[in-house]
């Protein structure tokens, strides 16, 4: 066992050796396995494993991962990332990227469990630590404000410090932190925000707003200001550069219809849309505002200077309904495409955050199509991200705000849709794609959920929040006959809710670019924030 031991780590360090070798040879090539000539035995001897292993397609890809991974330089120059793109998919636990990358893959026709998403190709990745310092499972305000300030603070508060009751007023106007993105600002690089929630929804709110309580979207106590305003009126810099996300109606006074017929939130009889193009009309600023697919398409970032964009009354849709949006819509991937294009005009570089809002809506409707749908278009925006920027000087950051209580369970057969019915596996004896049974004799689903309101069968209605319409159906249901894969179908849940929540466990976090080493490990939230300022210099002084 000793020599067996010795002769393993021998190899292991042949292999790491050959890796990092200076030679003339391709420094990204794996290193070559011995001469495969010779008995079973031989090749024992030599290599310490056995013939099967050395000629395994599993066991050369490690070979080739590890070889990739040696290879990779890392660059710990604070400053070096002259542009920082902070991706937030909400409420993107780890096994909904493990599901999304089945559903995706198995779009593509592969088995789906050896995909990977864009942001799983990455060369460095970590876990992070949601909870907020009042609860032990987050909400976004909270987990978000860790993120783009460096500082853990309660639940649904938004950029005030963690000693500021939910809902007072008065002691957050003394408390206020600072954002990544109002650092960003001060320091001439470009900013921008983008989200398919309402621009005003807890995650893009906190780069910008410091409220005590999130629900202030449109209105707030006598001596505050709602989210909306302080979007429109944000001192930092010249304000944000690039908005594009929902809302709209949170801009709007109660008494105005929008393009498509809904009703303005606003009380106070302020119109923040025309506010914010009188703020940027001094015959200089190029400012574009936009509201349908038409004009989305329409625009020329290369002459725009602000653009705000506000595509529907409230969120926008999900990726899989969005082609019923009355006026159109654009995806996140396509928004991140424009956006970019925008931000790289400006020489000192940007600060841009992306959020994919909608992955965690599905989740608290029981609805994991429209979750992992969403997903995988958050997947489409990162590599769009990728391919539209150098890692030698941007930093890309991908990771969630939280998690949820969908679980992957049931021992299914490999490759079996990742919304279907768990399946009998290999050597059962039984036909295949006979579903297992419960106790109950009923088939049950690979993936569900610990709480929510449940099981719905809604066909091929793609948007999950008409779940809400219907009653909380808790606890186990025959699903025999019930297509598990189509877009309304709602996951069993185990105990009845109103609606589904967040799940406290650690989420993932992906980075690219300079300082993207620093994110290994399991690691507090508001570091990522560290990371972010260290590798962007958002700390140096301001520009004059």
């Known amino acids: 066992m000793k020599l067996f031991k010795k002769t393993l780590l021998a190899f292991s360090i042949a292999v790491l050796a050959s890796a990092c070798s200076d030679d003339n040879s391709d420094s990204n090539n794996p290193a070559e396995l011995p001469d495969s000539t010779g008995t079973p035995q031989q090749q024992e001897d030599h290599l310490g494993i056995s013939s099967a292993q050395s000629k395994s397609s599993w066991f050369e890809e490690g070979q ?64 992070v630590k949601t909870y907020n310092t009042n609860q032990q499972t987050a909400d976004s305000a909270g ?48 900013t921008g925000i983008i989200s398919t929630a309402r621009i005003t929804h807890a995650t893009p709110a906190a780069t910008y707003a410091k409220v005590p309580e999130r629900e202030w979207e449109y209105t707030a106590p006598d001596g505050c200001r709602d989210i909306a305003t302080q979007l429109v ?57 936009v509201e349908d697919k038409t004009a989305f398409d329409q625009l020329d970032v290369a002459n725009t200077d602000k653009l705000l964009g506000l595509f529907n009354a409230s969120h926008m849709r999900y990726e899989a309904d969005r082609a019923n949006d009355v006026a159109g819509e654009p995806s996140l991937s396509e928004m991140t495409a ?67 209580v969908m679980t992957i369970a049931g021992g299914t057969t490999r490759g079996n849709p990742i919304l279907g019915k768990v399946i009998k596996n290999d050597g059962s004896g039984l036909p295949e794609e006979t579903p297992k049974l419960d106790k109950e004799g009923l088939p049950y689903t690979t993936l569900n959920y610990a709480n929510g309101r449940g099981f719905a069968d809604n066909g091929d209605n793609t948007d999950a929040d008409d779940r809400y ?76």
């Open 469 to 544: 319409d219907g009653d909380i159906v808790a606890g186990r249901q025959d699903l025999t006959g019930i297509d598990t894969t189509a877009p309304g179908f709602h996951q069993e849940a185990l105990i009845p809710l109103s609606g589904e929540t967040h799940g406290g466990e650690d989420v993932g976090v992906w980075a690219r670019g300079p300082g993207a080493h620093l994110v290994s490990g399991t690691n507090e939230q508001n570091y990522l924030f560290h990371v972010m300022a260290r590798a962007g210099g958002l700390l140096e002084q301001s520009a004059e």
């Open 143 to 190: 987990t978000m404000t860790a993120l783009v300030t460096g500082v853990k603070t309660k639940a649904g508060v938004l950029s005030v410090a963690e000693d500021v009751a939910r809902g007072d007023c008065t002691a957050s106007l003394d408390r206020p932190l600072t954002t990544s993105l109002e650092l960003a600002e001060e320091l001439g690089k470009s």
């Open 233 to 289: 009126e944000l001192q930092a810099g010249d304000g944000i550069d690039l908005v594009m996300g929902g809302g709209r109606r949170n801009f709007l006074p109660s008494d105005q219809k929008d393009l498509e017929d809904k009703d303005g939130k606003r009380t106070d009889g302020r119109n923040l849309i025309e506010e914010w193009k009188e703020r940027y009309s001094d015959g200089v600023t190029t400012s574009v505002y």
């Open 338 to 404: 424009k956006g970019l294009a925008m931000m790289q005009k400006n020489d000192k570089g940007y600060f841009l955050m992306v959020e994919s809002g909608r992955i965690d809506h599905g989740h608290h409707a029981n609805n994991a199509f429209n979750a992992l749908s969403d997903a995988e278009e958050f997947a489409k925006a990162v590599q769009v991200a990728m391919d539209s920027t150098n890692a030698e000087d941007t930093l890309i950051i991908v990771t969630a705000d939280h998690s949820h």
């Open 64 to 127: 080739k991962a590890v070889a990739a991974a040696s290879a990779e330089e890392i660059n710990n120059t604070p400053g070096a990332a002259k542009n920082i793109i902070l991706f937030v998919g909400d409420g993107m636990g780890i096994s909904t990227v493990t599901a999304a990358r089945i559903f995706a893959g198995q779009k593509l026709g592969l088995d789906g469990e050896e995909y990977q998403l864009s942001f799983e190709k990455m060369p460095y990745a970590g876990l």
